[in-house]
């Protein structure tokens, strides 16, 4: 893209977008069906850069609110603006959305005022989330009456709950599609044009988009995402993904196999296999639910494949690509699991293992399937296996009925394990929930927020010990970018997921390199590249 057209486009979003403080655009070059594509990219203050988490979904503030684009197709008649919230999981979707849209000849495009579809891809997991997206949707509105045959549609985790209110009361939106019904979007917008609303927010038993090549709009062009499950059978009482996002199905091992490959081919050196819940990752020759599975003959359960399965078979490609997995669930985490991550070099000794209560009662009240005892046997065994693999954890504060001493019991689990990292949060009820229907959220917010304090101060000191501990060793590090605070240095991540930042030498992104470590942060390692 040559420099002037950038410019312009930069300066058209500051005039979309004046409620932000800075913001910060890139744009990447990749190959897609034989063309280049270009992706422009801006993200939300980068100076406000942080991650939340809820319930595995990890939303990256970095991101929110990001519009998906791709270079003009020279038959592209219709353009289509999609801007996306939430977690991994949903901007993975809008790649797909976007792919669905472009293989039916759409443009996509980041200038709200040019398009003739707005889409925006939504997420139930923030408390004001649903305020957000109305906001967002009225200002679409505006953009309507200059131009009256502008369709207007709503996915994601939301399109459920408020199709009624965003369709019919509100009479905001012209589309609802829930994250099950993509493939159905042509179609939807079809019928809009022949004067009908449309809706489709059937939760399906199959649908995985297995089929489906996204592009790679968030991708550093060194790791990216591959979605391995849709869906959650778990139903934790404080979280709606179950609702919003159906029960669990896993993709064929075959088609995840393929696009990890081409990844690799592609020039990326990491892949991140993406699920509510991979350990509960199960293959059984056939889309379909996976509570299917106990339905099946013996012989056809031997044909099946389970997540530490596929997860050697990734490995087995290459080398040279590493493999990472986000999230797992320490009732589903099997030792079977735990030896094949240990057997291969290049699958990374790093496990996300959210724990969310160090107390048994409350574990069982958010519907968990496991003990305090249950998950720090699961740490030991992970220690016993592999004991450099560094572990994170989400912790919730102030869940429903917590006690003074069930909180401490949390803070004493955290002390047992050690977490390098965590996501901690204050409890929050999401609409249509269990905890929500069932349970008083009688934990005050004062209380909440001094629980979560001491929570983060532990943690706090936690990572620096862990990060001091790192001091002196030297790791392989993959360079993914350029650091954020200097063009002469880069940054990369260990096989423990910690950020190494070096001087920039003769090395190149996409790269491995040994780094010595020599410094540290509280949440980066500081070290200079040793040849091997
Ligand atoms: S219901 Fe599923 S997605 Fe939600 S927190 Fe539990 S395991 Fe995670």
């Given amino acids: 893209m040559r420099f002037g057209k950038f410019l312009n486009r930069l300066s058209l979003f500051n005039s979309l977008k004046t409620d932000k403080f800075f913001w910060l655009y890139f744009y990447v070059i990749l190959s897609y069906n034989h063309k ?56 993975s979707d809008s790649e797909i959305v976007a792919s669905i849209l472009v293989k039916e000849g759409f443009n996509t495009t980041n200038n709200l005022k040019e398009a003739d579809v707005v889409l925006v891809n939504t997420c139930s997991i923030r408390e004001k989330a649903e305020q957000t997206i109305r906001q967002r949707l009225r200002s679409f509105q505006k953009a309507k009456k200059a131009k ?13 709950r408020l199709k009624h209110k965003f369709l019919e009361e509100e009479r905001l939106v012209d589309i609802v599609v829930g994250p099950d019904a993509y493939r159905d ?54 979280c709606v993904v179950p609702y919003t996002r159906g029960r669990e199905r896993s993709r064929s091992p075959e088609t995840i196999l393929n696009e990890a490959k081409e990844l690799f081919e592609q020039g990326y050196r990491e892949v991140t296999l993406l699920g509510q819940n991979v350990d509960s990752y199960l293959w059984y020759g056939k889309d379909g639910l996976k509570k299917g599975y106990k339905n ?43 030896e094949t991550m240990a057997k291969y ?78 996501y901690m949060f204050k409890y ?15 934990v005050s917010e004062e209380e909440k927020s001094r629980r979560l304090t001491e929570i983060v101060a532990l943690q706090r000191a936690h990572s620096f010990e862990a990060n001091k501990a790192y001091v002196g060793q030297t790791f392989e590090v993959l360079i993914e970018k350029v650091s954020k605070k200097s063009d002469q240095e880069l940054a990369g991540r260990t096989s423990q997921n910690t950020v190494v930042v070096f001087p920039k030498e003769d090395y190149k992104v996409g790269e491995y390199v040994m780094v010595k470590v020599d410094n540290c942060t509280g949440g980066t390692l500081l070290g200079k590249a040793v040849k091997n």
Avoid at 38 to 62: F, P, R
Avoid at 212 to 227: C, D, H, K, M, T
Wanted: charged share 25%; glycine share 6%; with cysteine.
């Fill in 296 to 338: 099946l003959s013996n012989e056809e359960k031997t044909n099946s494949m389970n997540f530490g399965q596929l997860m050697e078979q990734v490995a087995l490609i290459s080398p040279k690509l590493r493999v990472r997995f986000s999230t797992s669930h320490p009732k589903d985490i099997t030792d079977e699991f735990l």
């Fill in 428 to 442: 929050s009820e999401r609409p249509n929930t269990q905890a929500a229907k069932k349970f008083e959220d009688d």
């Fill in 36 to 91: 280049k594509v270009l992706i422009l990219l801006w993200t939300m203050s980068s100076d406000n850069y942080w991650k939340m988490e809820t319930g595995n979904k990890v939303i990256d503030e970095a991101i929110q609110g990001s519009a998906t684009t791709l270079e003009l197709k020279e038959n592209g008649s219709r353009k289509v603006y999609i801007e996306s919230y939430g977690c991994a999981m949903n901007f």
């Fill in 148 to 160: 009256p045959e502008m369709i207007i549609g709503v996915l994601g985790c939301m399109a459920e």
């Fill in 185 to 238: 979007l042509p179609n939807l917008v079809k019928q809009v044009d022949e004067g009908k609303k449309a809706v489709n927010v059937i939760l399906s038993k199959e649908e995985t988009y297995a089929d489906i090549s996204p592009v790679r709009l968030l991708s550093n062009g060194v790791s990216a995402f591959i979605s391995i499950t849709r869906g959650c059978d778990n139903m934790c009482t404080f």
């Fill in 345 to 422: 070099d290049n699958i990374c000794n790093y496990i996300h293992l959210p724990f969310q209560s160090g107390n048994t009662r409350v574990l069982e009240k958010m519907n968990r399937g496991y003990s305090r005892e249950w998950y720090q046997g699961r740490i030991d065994k992970i220690k016993e296996v592999m004991p450099d693999c560094a572990i994170s954890a989400d912790i919730i504060a102030g869940f429903c009925s917590e006690t003074e001493e069930e909180h401490k019991e949390t803070l004493s689990l955290m002390e047992s394990v050690k977490f390098g990292f965590a």
